[in-house]
């Protein structure tokens, strides 16, 4: 908490009451010759176009997906399509005041949704505007298919690009808007400012916060509007995402033109169903979603429900969010009512809901009756409504046929083009700063404590007398990572960091202390305590195109972003098809002395995931090196550190650390020690324990050890460390993490494969127990000591002679350990 | 510094040089270019030029030596200098071998790690439960080394690179054409070696397969095999086995035969065998020269008063010799149906163990009549000191008397003994003492 708010305690301890304004339900009561002074006949006739293709767009699919026909054209689509038949209405409003520089997220039901804003944006961009999209848009290639015998206008061209992109991507064609590597539930069209959708039920419930996040952090114009299903107010992500859009500090201590709400309408299409679960009377507790919002903010998140069925109500419901939000008033909530005839799938075979109930909805069917009222009131002809579903359902054959041809709309060619997926999945750039622009800071970093601080510090372990320098005097660890990260504040306007004590209390372990005298709020802050929410935003900041650093306090936090750092992060680039990129490094302490909940090392399960860097640095030199590659990259990078070891001084490399920048390659081991006799491999701050042991075994048995830093796991370049075993013939591998599917037992393994020739004993890997962390006073038991690496050693790789063991690392231990899995 | 010069190596068929003249002697002053010596092949001359300036410290071989190429031949350097390390015995190979691995890894030659004693095990164990490295097993194969006759010294007795690296330093040096020959063809270097200073050469190489090609193949030996195999190369190996023949007039021999084939073929009982008349002989002959009936124990001889005789009996595993256990307390009908009974659980693999330990036979039988074998020379299951081999019966003209010569059915008698128990004329004898029991058989069918 900063200092310039006091909690007074007689004011906070004074009796009072709570007392909530009102939410509007369904308040809407416009009719439509008061609405004709809002629109002309043509915006009419549109909204019913728009909602016409679109039903149309999701019947075809649906007549695909059941009967592998559609008008006689035969097609088998073995993929998802979760349609929304029925709720047609609520995307067309939604979109229908939004600009291109509004972006919308979706979910795993949005073909709707982007088809409406994609609608939108044609009809708002000029033919120029809209041509230049389409041909830069993959080179073309999409245009092309669409743009071969078309008659007609360049909107009407778009209107072809846009189904055809569309549909292109659901059934995985490479002219697809992402390729087809997102499909049906994430496709998306960045230049119409459709963002992800997400296959995560309520994923996009802390994503599009972090896009908001960037419009305002960047001083970007346009809105947010997060679009999730009424059964996503179950996952934590989105509670977790609307705590970090209402956090107060935006408007209390962000300064000028940075204070005040995020720009976020979290609009939930309320269809009354998750897959099978009634959410209000079965699964749920709040009778009608908006009252979600009076619990929230004393704004109530300006929460109101919409008729959802009538494409006015949702267009003026939006008019006025989209008010509230540039006025610097939000978070917003919509609860748009709605309803789903088609099954969640068509495997849905609709047992949880009645005949009646369907027939009811489809009786005031938004499509149908938007119509009537054309209709009724004079604007159309029934001809003419006629007319454009004949017109609609002819494009959209048009579209399936040249959709399904496999010579114009190929899948992506693995055969001819093996690695086409493996080159989509980092973007491996080296970018200085990811937009022009002035650097927010407050000082001159000279002028800073900390820089000062860290002038006066020995850069080497030993001082110029050749004897240890003391803590306090010596240039640590955590500087090393320091001075990465405030250079890059210094040079790329967009970076911004936050986390848990990130400001003020300078982080947790003081690595960031000095930074909050450097920068303003909008570049450093805390966080609500939301890990899934710190994630989770950074990814949505990072592919709206800012970089962000974000913090995750102990990697044992890891399981609280779980989602975030296994679905999101890592897959956007891919699942995009390299259309977003992704700068997010997020920090990742081990701790150590804290217990079972706080001293474990996660790295195997973030190495696990494809899409992700992971880095391990274990001294200054390396910590400054990678976070500097780190934050010059433009990939996700999960940047671990060890609270052992924060305090260390750098004993490898010559002359210390460099004052000035330089980067270490993510991927590359290094030699710590050279030796001929066993190569030792480390990951973390193991190094240390193997230096130990490497002493001993050149003291005690002549033998000479050659210790590696792995540095990084992934991607890790395992030629060094062959090289080194196809000259010791033994190696022994050590990390901190517990030893049952280890990092470690990955790289064993590669290099068993690899240098197999040239082993002469197993690779050995020497972990921690398979226990919960124990208290500190215990952890000589857990963690590998110097003793555990001789021991295994003399046990498995060549025997020590005259050596006692003091662990039991007989082959039937491990048998038996691994038989009680412990 | 100290220069070793080293002889060249003049094509890779080259193994090694005579020196036919040295032009510098012991302490005479060198420049570059000097010619130090001539030397030859069989198929041309050369001269060695110095590459080094100094003092000629020392020679390490004459004129009309046969050096090894890449052996050190002298060394110039500073005088005074020691040259002890280069010297006496030459380390050409091992300086190679050095130069190899910093090829191979580009690092200096490791240490080397002393071997606890008490796992210095010599332990040859078959070739399937032979635990190695990967490393060591390529290792081996480099340096063409047998894996099967060293211990290994790493975690549960498994060969590690030190135990191929120190087997290979405690083998005879090799000539590099040898060693690239091993290498090539994946064959094993002997320990020792027809070369100069047992040198292994390309000859020891060739020679392991006279026939080359590829039309073989390698069978593993049964365990049964290996034991026969041990036990005949020990028997030939450790005694002094030499074989006398005889043969024996087999007219009452086959004559019993007939009478009992009669009568097994009319009553039944044990059908006795022509094999079963002459154990019965040989063990009569036995009692009456208890010095073929012993075991050689190396200093003392051990006398048996019993016989107990043991029968080379031909299975589909190989040759096995079960004992009849006092042989000469048996009649020739309890005789006939105990070979047979031990010779089938042989044939059947269930003979008690006890009774194919060479050990437990005091004198072996070996017929091979059968088969037509007129003459052989059967092999002593030591310790015991003798072997009788017994051949095929052949009609041999023979004077009858009166100078009357007929056709006589003689059966080969071959007796293998052991010198080192017997002397030629005792061993006669008792040849002599069978062949009269044979002839003179007392037995009624």
């Not at chain 1, 709605?338 to 369907?358: A, F, L, M, N, V």
């Not at chain 1, 002809?381 to 040249?402: P, S, W």
């Not at chain 2, 280069?86 to 200096?108: D, R």
């Not at chain 2, 031990?342 to 088969?371: H, I, Q, R, W």
Request: charge should be negative; charged fraction near 25%; include cysteine.
């Amino acid at each position: 908490m900063p200092k310039i708010q006091n909690i007074d305690p007689a004011k906070v301890r004074k009796p009072s009451q709570i007392t909530f304004g009102k939410i509007p339900v369904n308040q809407y009561n416009k009719n439509i010759e008061q609405e004709k002074e809002l629109f002309t006949t043509d915006d009419f006739i549109r909204i019913y176009r728009d909602m016409v293709i679109i039903r149309e767009f999701e019947v075809m699919l649906n007549k695909i997906k059941t009967t592998n026909e559609y008008f006689g054209i035969k097609y088998n689509h073995p993929g998802p399509a979760h349609l929304s038949i029925g709720q047609e209405a609520s995307a067309v409003g939604m979109a229908y005041n939004l600009n291109i520089s509004d972006y919308i997220f979706g979910s795993h039901r949005s073909h709707g949704e982007i088809l409406a804003k994609g609608l939108s944006a044609i009809h708002q961009l000029d033919e120029n505007g809209l041509m230049n999209i389409m041909k830069n848009f993959f080179g073309g290639s999409t245009l092309k298919v669409v743009e071969n015998g078309h008659q007609g206008n360049i909107k009407e061209l778009g209107v072809k690009f846009l189904l055809y992109g569309t549909l292109a991507e659901i059934f995985a064609r490479e002219n697809g808007f992402n390729k087809g590597l997102g499909g049906s539930m994430h496709a998306f069209f960045t230049p119409f400012g459709v963002y992800p959708n997400n296959a995560i039920v309520g994923g996009s419930g802390d994503i599009s916060v972090g896009a908001a996040l960037y419009k305002k952090v960047n001083r970007k114009s346009g809105i947010i509007v997060c679009n999730i299903g009424d059964a996503s107010m179950g996952c934590g992500p989105v509670w977790e995402g609307i705590s970090f859009a209402s956090m107060d500090q935006f408007r209390t201590l962000w300064q000028g033109e940075f204070k005040g709400g995020l720009p976020i309408l979290f609009n939930f299409m309320n269809n009354q169903y998750g897959m099978g679960g009634q959410t209000c009377g079965e699964t749920m507790g709040y009778d009608i979603l908006a009252r979600i919002g009076a619990g929230v903010n004393p704004e109530m998140m300006h929460a109101e429900r919409v008729d959802g069925y009538n494409p006015l109500a949702v267009i003026d419901a939006f008019k006025r969010k989209k008010q509230i939000l540039e006025d610097r008033k939000g978070p917003a909530l919509l609860d748009t009512l709605t309803y789903r005839i088609s099954g969640h799938s068509p495997s849905d075979s609709s047992s949880y809901r009645s005949k009646e109930e369907i027939e009811a909805w489809e009786k005031a069917d938004c499509i149908v009756s938007y119509g009537n009222h054309l209709v009724n009131f004079g604007i159309a002809t029934r001809d003419q409504l006629d007319a454009i579903v004949a017109g609609t359902i002819a494009e959209m054959k048009q579209t399936l046929t040249l959709t399904i041809d496999e010579k114009t709309s190929p899948l992506l060619n693995l055969v001819k083009d093996p690695e086409a997926i493996s080159d989509m999945m980092f973007s491996n750039q080296s970018v200085d700063r990811m937009e022009e622009g002035i650097c927010e800071v407050l000082t001159p970093m000279e002028e800073n404590p900390r820089v000062k601080q860290i002038k006066t510090k020995e850069r080497f372990y030993l001082g110029k007398d050749g004897k240890a320098v003391s803590k306090l005097k010596q240039y640590q660890l955590r500087d090393g990572i320091f001075e990465a990260i405030i250079d890059r504040f210094y040079k790329d306007p967009t970076l911004v960091a936050y986390g848990e004590e990130n400001r003020d209390w300078g982080g947790a372990f003081a690595v960031y202390k000095g930074l909050t005298e450097a920068l303003p709020y909008n570049r450093l802050f805390n966080s609500p305590i939301s890990e899934g929410a710190i994630v989770g935003t950074a990814v949505g900041y990072g592919m709206c195109g800012g970089r962000a650093l974000v913090e995750i306090m102990y990697c044992d936090f890891l399981g609280r972003c779980g989602d975030e750092v296994f679905n999101q992060l890592p897959k956007w680039q891919s699942m995009s098809g390299n259309v977003i990129k992704m700068p997010v490094v997020v920090r990742v302490s081990v701790g150590s002395k804290y217990g079972a909940q706080h001293s474990q090392d996660w790295s195997a399960l973030v190495a696990h995931i494809p899409g992700l860097k992971v880095v391990f640095p274990a001294t200054p030199y390396d910590a400054k090196g990678l976070m500097n590659s780190a934050l010059q990259g433009t990939d996700p990078v999960i940047f671990f550190e060890s609270q052992r070891i924060y305090d260390i001084g750098e004993m490898f490399h010559e002359g210390g650390v460099p004052e000035g920048y330089y980067e270490i390659p993510i991927g590359e081991p290094d030699v710590k020690r050279e030796g001929n006799d066993l190569t030792i491999l480390t990951i973390g701050s193991t190094l240390y324990t193997a230096i130990k042991a490497a002493d001993l075994l050149k003291e005690k048995y002549n033998l000479s050890a050659e210790i590696i830093d792995a540095r990084s796991l992934s991607p890790f370049n395992y030629e060094p460390v062959i090289a080194s075993v196809k000259k010791t013939g033994k190696i022994l591998l050590t990390s901190d993490a517990s030893t049952r599917g280890s990092f470690l037992k990955e790289m064993a393994q590669t290099i068993t494969e690899l240098a197999f020739d040239y082993l002469d004993a197993p690779p050995v890997v020497v972990g921690s127990r398979n226990w919960i962390v124990p208290a500190y006073e215990m952890e000589n038991s857990f963690f590998p000591q110097p003793d555990w690496l001789l021991d295994a050693i003399h046990e498995r790789i060549i025997p020590l002679k005259g050596h006692t063991v003091t662990s039991n690392i007989t082959p039937n231990e491990q048998i038996r350990r691994n038989k009680y899995g412990v | 510094m100290a220069n070793p010069v080293i002889m060249p190596r003049q094509g890779q068929s080259v193994e090694s040089c005579i020196i036919s003249n040295w032009n510098k002697k012991e302490g005479d002053e060198i420049k570059k270019g000097d010619i130090l010596f001539s030397y030859e092949t069989d198929k041309a001359a050369f001269e060695c030029e110095a590459e080094s300036e100094g003092i000629l410290l020392k020679r390490f071989y004459a004129e009309g030596d046969e050096v090894p190429v890449l052996n050190i031949v002298a060394v110039i350097g500073i005088a005074g200098e020691p040259v002890d390390s280069f010297g006496g015995e030459p380390i050409g190979e091992k300086k190679e071998e050095i130069g190899e691995k910093k090829e191979q890894n580009g690092e200096e030659a490791r240490s080397i790690i002393e071997i606890p004693a008490y796992e210095v095990a010599l332990t040859p164990t078959s070739a399937g439960e032979i635990k190695i490295s990967p490393r060591a097993r390529k290792k081996a194969q480099e340096f063409g080394i047998n894996i099967e006759n060293i211990g290994g010294t790493g975690p549960e007795g498994r060969i590690i690179e030190q135990d191929i690296l120190r087997a290979a330093e405690l083998r005879s040096p090799s000539t590099p054409l040898a060693k690239g020959i091993a290498g090539e063809a994946g064959k094993f270097i002997p320990d020792m070696g027809t070369g100069v200073g047992n040198r292994v050469t390309s000859y020891d190489l060739l020679s392991q397969t006279p026939v080359a090609g590829e039309e073989t193949e390698i069978r593993k030996l049964s365990n049964m095999r290996k034991i026969i195999a041990a036990k005949m190369h020990e028997s030939l190996q450790n005694s002094a086995q030499l074989t006398h023949h005889t043969s024996a007039d087999a007219r009452k021999l086959l004559e019993l035969r007939r009478k009992a084939k009669e009568t097994y073929e009319k009553s039944g009982g044990e059908n006795i065998t022509i094999n079963d008349l002459v154990c019965y002989a040989v063990i009569r002959a036995l009692q009456k020269h208890p010095m073929a009936n012993c075991h050689f124990l190396g200093d003392s001889l051990r006398i048996f008063k019993k016989v107990h005789l043991g029968l080379a009996v031909d299975t589909e595993r190989g040759l096995m010799v079960p004992v009849v256990r006092n042989a000469d307390n048996l009649s020739i009908r309890d005789l006939a149906a105990q070979l047979k009974s031990v010779a089938n659980s042989c044939k059947k693999g269930n003979v008690n163990p006890e009774l194919l330990a060479s050990e437990a036979a005091t004198f072996s039988v070996s017929n091979l009549g059968a088969y037509g074998v007129e003459l052989f020379t059967p092999v002593i299951n030591l310790p015991q000191v003798a072997i009788l081999g017994v051949n095929t019966i052949i009609n041999r003209p023979t004077d009858l008397g009166n100078g009357v010569f007929g056709f006589v059915p003689f059966i080969g008698l071959s007796l293998t003994y052991d010198h080192r128990a017997l002397d030629g004329a005792p061993a006669s004898a008792f040849l002599r003492e069978i062949r009269l029991e044979i002839e003179n058989l007392d037995v009624t069918i």
